[in-house]
């Protein structure tokens, strides 16, 4: 008797802050209308945190290696990710994928993905949605057509939609409990953190108008918390070694 092969059972979870309920109704009819299923991950209001007591945030190592303190709403994303991924390891999922709300849900999401898994069974996360793709490496393709790969060059911009295995949602809890970067930026850091990172070369799913209208910050707000002058200089040489910390890791 031949052995049945047991398929990858993916989960989807968007994660929502509870006063933006428009958000939440925009995502979930697109999804009964795709015939998805998706369940709600409550997200963290960053801003009733005291800026003096945030758990696990490393201030000083944040403000050298970003050049700016952490606004608290980054806080709240942060710990919003983290909490997604809980909720997973919770379920009897093999892997998830974690979305945040301002998403365009594609109909075929959860097939590629599950293709996605079974054509790169040695990666931990593979990042469905990048701002920029830069010095690509492909290592494999999905049956449903997806490049899976490397990138050389970032950070790439975005934990809007990613891909994640019980076992890398595990090291990441793990791994990750120390804040000292914005989620998207700490989740690309393989290289530190021991997680195979790869990321796929288009895009899966795309932004969508919602995102325009950022929960974060706008640029403005960005600019005026940066540290400028000399006292950016150990940013700057920060960024170059991680810089060859990422090619060399891209390459592995």
Not at 23 to 36: D, Y
Not at 59 to 67: P, R
Request: proline share 3%; with cysteine.
């Amino acid at each position: 008797m031949k052995s049945q092969v047991v398929r990858p059972k993916v989960a989807g979870y968007v994660i929502n802050l509870d006063r933006s309920v428009g958000r939440w109704e925009h995502i979930k009819k697109q999804a009964q209308h795709m015939g998805l299923s998706i369940e709600r991950v409550a997200g963290v209001d960053g801003t009733l945190f005291d800026a003096l007591d945030r758990p696990n945030y490393n201030h000083k190592a944040f403000v050298c290696a970003n050049g700016r303190p952490m606004l608290p709403q980054e806080y709240g994303c942060y710990l919003a990710h983290l909490g997604a991924l809980e909720v997973f390891l919770a379920s009897d999922a093999t892997s998830a994928v974690v979305m945040e709300d301002d998403v365009n849900l594609q109909q075929d999401l959860l097939s590629r993905a599950v293709a996605i898994v079974e054509a790169a069974p040695f990666a931990d996360v593979v990042k469905l949605l990048n701002h920029r793709v830069v010095w690509y490496r492909t290592i494999s393709r999905s049956a449903r057509g997806d490049l899976i790969g490397k990138c050389a060059f970032g950070p790439q911009g975005s934990a809007a939609c990613y891909l994640v295995t019980r076992r890398g949602a595990e090291q990441l809890l793990a791994a990750l409990k120390d804040i000292r970067f914005p989620f998207d930026v700490a989740l690309e850091r393989g290289w530190e953190t021991g997680v195979h990172i790869y990321s796929v070369k288009a895009n899966v799913l795309e932004l969508s108008e919602q995102s325009q209208q950022s929960q974060i910050a706008d640029r403005a707000r960005y600019r005026s918390i940066k540290r400028r002058g000399y006292r950016k200089i150990p940013t700057h040489i920060f960024r170059i070694v991680e810089l060859f910390r990422r090619l060399r890791y891209s390459l592995a």
